[in-house]
């Protein structure tokens, strides 16, 4: 069971807008450690969606943003669209476990 | 361009040990900040952090997995091996090598394409 928790599935329909939560603790996401999310499409590795809690690398959309508050962060996507359909993970530092965490990942559907 | 490519047998059965090696370019693992580190997912399931190795030899382990895991690096030849004792099947799972930049707090950026492991008799 993963210390970051995410829902395990959200669903948009085109042009829509979703959010994904990823839900830590005081020694993780509330220790104030970064937030970095990750997209992973079906049968692929991982891509780097955002870091740095907000943070786009050269070459995502500007419709995917990401923030943090307290002890969780969101992904938010807007004007969904068909290839956005993926795995979503978020992923953290831990000071307990002194270690790095993932989420346990969310599936998202364009309906 | 950076980039990773982990290798490794594909079977294994229960109670041997897993060798896997990443293999890089576009970077050096000797330069400072830089660092490489294994992640694996089991089939539908989430990633999981196994281990990270930094420039300075520091090395950094899953708290659940420490006791059978060992990192390594050969700077020379762009390598980081990972060996992981006393296979299960539950250890069934892609495995893959990520370069981080400064450290655990980090994101992965980029990814290698991952290796399949089945363990099985």
């Not at chain 2, 229960?14 to 970077?27: E, R």
Request: hydrophobic residues 30%.
């Amino acid at each position: 069971q993963s210390v970051l928790t995410q829902p395990p599935s959200v669903s948009g329909a085109p042009g829509q807008r979703v959010t994904i939560t990823c839900t830590g603790s005081s020694s993780n996401i509330g220790a104030d450690f970064d937030v970095h999310w990750y997209q992973q499409l079906p049968g692929t590795a991982p891509k780097l969606l955002i870091y740095t809690d907000i943070y786009r690398p050269s070459g995502v959309p500007d419709r995917f943003s990401g923030s943090k508050s307290g002890t969780s962060a969101s992904l938010a996507i807007t004007g969904l669209q068909a290839e956005d359909e993926a795995d979503y993970y978020c992923q953290s530092y831990d000071s307990s476990l002194s270690g790095v965490l993932f989420g346990g990942g969310t599936k998202l559907t364009v309906l | 361009q950076v980039t990773l490519r982990e290798s490794g047998p594909a079977l294994v059965k229960p109670t041997q040990t897993l060798t896997l090696t990443c293999t890089f370019s576009g970077f050096s693992l000797s330069t400072s900040g830089m660092c490489v580190s294994w992640v694996r997912q089991p089939p539908g399931k989430a990633l999981e952090w196994l281990a990270l190795i930094d420039w300075e030899d520091e090395k950094f382990y899953s708290r659940s997995l420490k006791n059978r895991l060992t990192i390594s690096k050969d700077t020379s030849k762009n390598q980081v091996v990972l060996t992981m004792t006393n296979l299960d099947p539950v250890d069934t799972a892609t495995y893959y090598c990520a370069r981080i930049q400064g450290g655990s707090y980090n994101w992965f950026d980029p990814w290698g394409q991952g290796t399949l492991v089945t363990v099985s008799s």
